[in-house]
């Protein structure tokens, strides 16, 4: 096993507060309490993201910085859970205008820096709505971007094999299973994410959403 060296480096609360150091970022997208802050912890093998049974806990954009032994440093970058937006109405625009910021932004070569967005949904509800939506936000917004089926070790053999097909043909494509408690699927996530960041940034101009909304 490679050794992984990861430190936390800001919280972003608004459209200003992006770190100064230009690195590729790839970002983890999902509803609260899916499991966001744990497989960040699993990658970087030690507890950075603070993690929480109380939905709602990531409130900012988080980064944190992850290099693998001998390759290239980069920022996995964990945004507040949606479905679960405290405060009402304000905390929803606050939400939604964080997120327009962070995808929208582009770097010093005029392209974003987020090289890959993984979309995280729960393995035991495949097709909820709000994923759904979730991922058409993703598909619009013209990064790279992948589905990946936390808590797959609370399934059941058949659970397994029912839910990641349901999953499948509701993203309409491969589905990764992962679980941050035995291990499962990190080794294939870590190739993911390593392919993306090997991948030249998309043209500003391809960042660009036409979409009106956000996710719920
Ligand atoms: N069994 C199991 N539990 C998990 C796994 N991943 C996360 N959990 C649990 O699920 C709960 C939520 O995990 P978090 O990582 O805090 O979820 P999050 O998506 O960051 O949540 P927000 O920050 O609220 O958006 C915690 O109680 C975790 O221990 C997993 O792979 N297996
Ligand atoms: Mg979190």
Redesign the pocket.
């Known amino acids: 096993m490679s050794r992984v060296t990861a430190s936390f480096v800001t919280s972003v609360a608004g459209p200003g507060g992006f770190p100064k150091e230009d690195l590729p970022e790839i970002t ?1 997208v ?13 990658l970087a093998r030690t507890a950075l ?10 409130r900012l954009a988080n980064y944190y910085r992850l290099q693998r032994e001998g390759e290239a440093p980069f920022f996995l970058v ?1 945004l ?2 949606f479905g ?1 937006a405290r405060g009402g109405q304000k905390a929803a625009a606050e939400f939604d205008a964080l997120v327009r910021a962070y995808f929208h932004r582009e770097n010093r070569e005029g392209a974003s820096p987020v090289r890959g967005a993984f979309l ?1 949904v729960d393995s035991r509800h495949p097709g909820l709505e709000s994923d759904s939506y979730a991922w058409a936000w993703l598909e619009d917004l013209g990064v790279e971007h992948a589905v990946a089926a ?5 399934l059941t053999r058949a659970e397994r094999q029912r839910h990641l097909r349901e999953l499948e043909a509701h993203h309409q494509g491969p589905v990764l299973p ?5 291990g499962e699927g990190l080794d294939e996530l870590w190739k993911l994410i390593a392919s993306l960041l090997r991948r030249q940034p998309l043209p500003p101009n391809r960042n660009k959403s036409s979409r009106s909304t956000s996710p719920p």
């Open positions: 983890f999902g509803r609260s309490n899916v499991g966001k802050s744990s497989l960040i912890n699993a993201a603070r993690t929480s049974a109380a939905p709602g806990k990531t964990d507040p859970g679960y995280l936390t808590k797959v070790d609370k992962v679980s941050a408690a035995t």
